[in-house]
């Protein structure tokens, strides 16, 4: 699944194109992707403008000029795909060409400056939705959602208090959307290789105060995803854009039966299961 990184790499992609721009015309390609698309959803997308395009764990959210918001998912394999016209003028007007939609463009958004937002999901897994924007909040799929990890409200002595008498894996705890939003496997992985803790800890077994370092741990790891998605960005009005997964090096995930980087450390990165999950750590290094 794309995790918060992604999602917030593809919301800046998006942002040029959407924020601010009139939608002059919506598709919907077909009735559902993981679930139905609410009713007359082109008709209610066709001529809203975009207020903000932001991001809630790992749900892109755009506000609507209409006082709705349009909730998209990526789901495992959904992509954005931003094209720019082939446009021509003719008799002072700019006709926009763009090629017949492909097999999976399910949902596709033309934008009043001509380009073209597609919504590519082979495998419908990915969601949209569209609710009230005042009560967007209380979405199924957003109100049980713990603070964003980047944000204020996720600090020390909030996970500390999370994490106590909790007597599942710490990894466990981390991937609880309810304590957290938007933390996923890999990035969950990374953290606790840099705070040095065994993905199998009980969370009640992590002091206070080592429970205090995982904040400033995973806000890293999150800002060093964020910065190698931007560079991996392509400036959509200098060529077609593809947002979805970039490359990132990682210093455990993937990495079974590699070397640890740590300097000194002679152990190779083991690989276990957690609630089906594949968690990757040094077996020396975290404890």
């Given at each position: 699944?794309?995790?918060?990184?992604?999602?917030?790499?593809?919301?800046?992609?998006?942002?040029?194109?959407?924020?601010?721009?009139?939608?002059?015309?919506?598709?919907?390609?077909?009735?559902?992707?993981?679930?139905?698309?609410?009713?007359?959803?082109?008709?209610?997308?066709?001529?809203?403008?975009?207020?903000?395009?932001?991001?809630?764990?790992?749900?892109?959210?755009?506000?609507?000029?209409?006082?709705?918001?349009?909730?998209?998912?990526?789901?495992?394999?959904?992509?954005?795909?931003?094209?720019?016209?082939?446009?021509?003028?003719?008799?002072?007007?700019?006709?926009?060409?763009?090629?017949?939609?492909?097999?999976?463009?399910?949902?596709?958004?033309?934008?009043?400056?001509?380009?073209?937002?597609?919504?590519n999901d082979a495998r419908r897994f990915g969601a949209m939705?569209?609710?009230?924007?005042a009560t967007a909040e209380a979405h199924p799929l957003l109100?049980?959602?713990?603070?964003?990890?980047?944000?204020?409200?996720?600090?020390?002595?909030?996970?500390?208090?999370?994490?106590?008498?909790?007597?599942?894996?710490?990894?466990?705890a981390l991937l609880d959307q309810h304590i957290v939003a938007?933390?996923?496997?890999?990035?969950?992985?990374?953290?606790?290789?840099?705070?040095?803790?065994?993905?199998?800890?009980?969370?009640?077994?992590?002091?206070?105060?080592?429970?205090?370092?995982?904040?400033?741990?995973?806000?890293?790891?999150?800002?060093?995803?964020?910065?190698?998605?931007?560079?991996?960005?392509?400036?959509?009005?200098?060529?077609?854009?593809?947002?979805?997964?970039?490359?990132?090096?990682?210093?455990?995930?993937?990495?079974?039966?590699?070397?640890?980087?740590?300097?000194?450390?002679?152990?190779?990165?083991?690989?276990?299961?957690?609630?089906?999950?594949?968690?990757?750590?040094?077996?020396?290094?975290?404890?």
């Open positions: 699944m794309p995790e918060l990184p992604e999602v917030e790499t593809v919301r800046r992609g998006l942002l040029p194109a959407m924020e601010g721009r009139r939608i002059t015309r919506a598709q919907v390609n077909r009735p559902d992707l993981r679930w139905p698309f609410p009713p007359r959803m082109a008709d209610r997308l066709t001529g809203a403008r975009i207020l903000s395009l932001r991001r809630r764990s790992k749900y892109i959210l755009a506000d609507l000029s209409t006082d709705e918001t349009l909730l998209i998912h990526l789901g495992m394999s959904g992509r954005m795909l931003i094209s720019s016209p082939a446009g021509r003028e003719t008799l002072g007007e700019w006709h926009h060409h763009h090629p017949a939609p492909a097999k999976h463009d399910h949902v596709i958004l033309d934008m009043e400056d001509g380009t073209r937002i597609t919504f939705d569209l609710m009230p924007t109100a049980q959602l713990g603070p964003e990890p980047l944000g204020n409200a996720f600090d020390e002595p909030y996970l500390a208090a999370r994490l106590k008498g909790r007597n599942t894996p710490i990894k466990s938007g933390l996923g496997n890999i990035y969950v992985c990374e953290t606790l290789y840099r705070a040095r803790i065994h993905p199998a800890r009980k969370a009640a077994r992590i002091s206070a105060a080592r429970a205090a370092t995982l904040v400033p741990l995973i806000r890293d790891v999150l800002a060093e995803a964020i910065t190698a998605g931007g560079s991996s960005l392509r400036d959509y009005r200098q060529a077609d854009g593809e947002l979805g997964y970039f490359q990132h090096s990682f210093q455990v995930y993937g990495r079974e039966g590699e070397p640890c980087v740590t300097p000194g450390c002679t152990a190779t990165i083991r690989r276990i299961v957690q609630s089906g999950r594949s968690s990757f750590f040094c077996p020396t290094c975290q404890r």
